[in-house]
Nanobody
């Protein structure tokens, strides 16, 4: 079955950077390439929100809160999705989840921004 595994989370100081990675398994190249992929986050007591995604046509979306600081990318050959996060703020603290095809979810990776 399809599995998504996130990695790269951790504790970082405000202004710092992190790169999240999401590895997909159990899915072929053609199917994965056709999926929209995205990163969501959920802070304690808040709803899960879309941070960024790439539609298979190559269109990108970023939430206003991360625009200009985060960059999403994908490597279909490796079945990978990345989220480069720069200029991190305390309000970016959350569990970050990878999504593929609006169907499959990873287990999440925690990002904590604190001094």
């Amino acid at each position: 079955q399809v599995q998504l595994v996130e990695s790269g989370g951790g504790l970082v100081q405000p202004g710092g950077s992190l790169r999240l990675s999401c590895t997909a398994s159990g899915i072929g190249f053609t199917t994965f390439s056709g999926y929209a992929v995205g990163w969501y986050r959920q802070a304690p007591g808040k709803q899960r929100e879309l941070v960024a995604n790439i539609i298979n046509s190559g269109s990108y979306y970023y939430s206003d809160s991360v625009k200009g600081r985060f960059a999403i990318s994908r490597d279909n050959a490796k079945r990978m999705v990345y989220l480069q996060m720069n200029s991190l703020k305390a309000e970016d603290t959350a569990a970050y989840y990878c999504n593929a095809g609006n169907i499959f979810w990873g287990q999440g990776t925690q990002v904590t921004v604190s001094s």
